[in-house]
């Protein structure tokens, strides 16, 4: 089971990134899948869930508007389109997987976790 993301880089503010999550190993069936995100000297922050299920988004506040979260089943990949991107984004991302039906915001339902992408936003 594994979980990889990808597309993570360098940006200049008001720029777009997407990132990609990608699984091997299991199916995005019936899993609910989350990005996160952790800067420097900061708590890990849940910014973006998805249900596979039922394809019910839910966003962080400071994200709302400006991410979007979608799952393509066929090919087992999640992606978080972020546009608008400030100099607060600057951190490393992460995608996790639940096996719950719902959308869950909270970082300990997750039990598999892909390694990080960096992501730089420059002023």
């Known amino acids: 089971v594994q979980l990889v993301e990808s597309g993570g880089g360098l940006v200049q503010a008001g720029g777009s990134l997407r990132l990609s999550c990608a699984a091997s190993g299991f199916t995005f069936d019936d899993y609910a899948i989350g990005w996160f995100r952790q800067a420097p000297g900061k708590e890990r922050e849940g910014i973006s869930w998805i249900s596979s299920s039922d394809g019910s988004t839910d966003y962080a506040d400071s994200v709302k508007g400006r991410f979007t979260i979608s799952i393509d089943n066929a090919k087992n990949t999640v992606y978080l389109q972020m546009n608008s991107l400030k100099s607060e984004d600057t951190a490393v991302y992460y995608c996790?997987?639940?096996?719950?039906?719902?959308?869950?915001?909270?970082?300990?339902?997750?039990?598999?976790w892909g390694q990080g992408t960096q992501v730089t936003v420059s002023s």
């Open positions: 996790a997987a639940s096996d719950s039906f719902y959308v869950e915001r909270g970082a300990n339902e997750y039990g598999y």
